[in-house]
């Protein structure tokens, strides 16, 4: 078990149990050769964790606060899933990335992965946004790696996999989540629902309508944020507009 920021990962274990399964037709396009999705994503978190150390007031700019959300600025809800606390706050998120990124971008396929990362990490932010204290700045990728939990645990049952070492990992994960100061469980939460939920439709669709369902079940996602995220908006605006700033 290692210890981090996002809790504690056996991703050694999972990561050796996964890519020894051969995946039974789940309807979806596998990739081919190398996980490419994966490895992009970290180069990206990387090179913004680089351009952070460089230019510190970017992690200010660019961080969920709730404030400066509420005043218009919405990217952020996007770039602090970007963003990192630290190198020991990266090389945890990266590494559990690794680990269990390739099996479900093989499984799913680029573009279902994509979806199901960008909307975990979505997912995680606007949770965050819903309940986090208006004086608190949110950062990191672990809603998005709390999304790649919950959906390594859905293709796990779907795959007849053992399921208790995905179980443990996300119990452990989770109590850590409560348990240690400075850890947004709002986040971490988001993004495992929403990662859990998206895998299910992705893999468990109906055959003969299968694209559309996934298809479906994206853009009904991205609605259902937009209408959260406006909701929150609105009631922070009218409690709090004229002290509103941007960050």
């Not at 949110?138 to 070492?165: E, H, P, Q």
Request: charged share 5%.
């Amino acid at each position: 078990m290692r210890s981090a920021s996002v809790g504690h990962q056996c991703v050694d274990c999972v990561q050796a149990g996964v890519q020894n399964v051969q995946a039974p037709t789940l309807g979806t396009a596998q990739s081919a050769g190398k996980p490419l999705v994966s490895y992009t994503l970290i180069a990206i978190n990387v090179a913004v964790f680089l351009v952070q150390l460089a230019t510190p007031a970017l992690t200010r700019q660019l961080s969920l606060w709730v404030p400066a959300v509420a005043g218009g600025e919405y990217h952020r809800l996007v770039t602090s899933a970007f963003l990192h606390y630290g190198i020991t706050h990266l090389l945890f998120n990266m590494w559990a990335l690794y680990a269990l990124g390739p099996p479900l971008e093989k499984w799913l396929g680029s573009w279902r992965f994509i979806a199901l990362y960008g909307l975990s990490a979505l997912g995680g932010s606007v949770v965050v946004y819903l309940f986090s204290p208006l004086n608190a700045a949110t950062a990191g990728a672990s809603g998005a790696i709390y999304g790649l939990f919950g959906a390594s645990f859905v293709m796990a049952k779907r795959l007849n996999l053992d399921m208790r070492m995905f179980v443990i990992l996300i119990v452990v994960n989770l109590g850590m989540t409560f348990t240690i100061p400075g850890i947004s469980w709002q986040g971490h939460i988001g993004g495992l629902i929403t990662g859990a939920l998206v895998a299910a439709a992705f893999v468990y669709a109906p055959r003969g309508s299968r694209n559309a369902v996934q298809v479906g079940v994206t853009i009904g996602a991205l609605a259902l944020f937009a209408v959260l995220i406006a909701w929150r908006t609105t009631t922070v605006v009218d409690q709090f507009g004229p002290m509103l700033t941007h960050g």
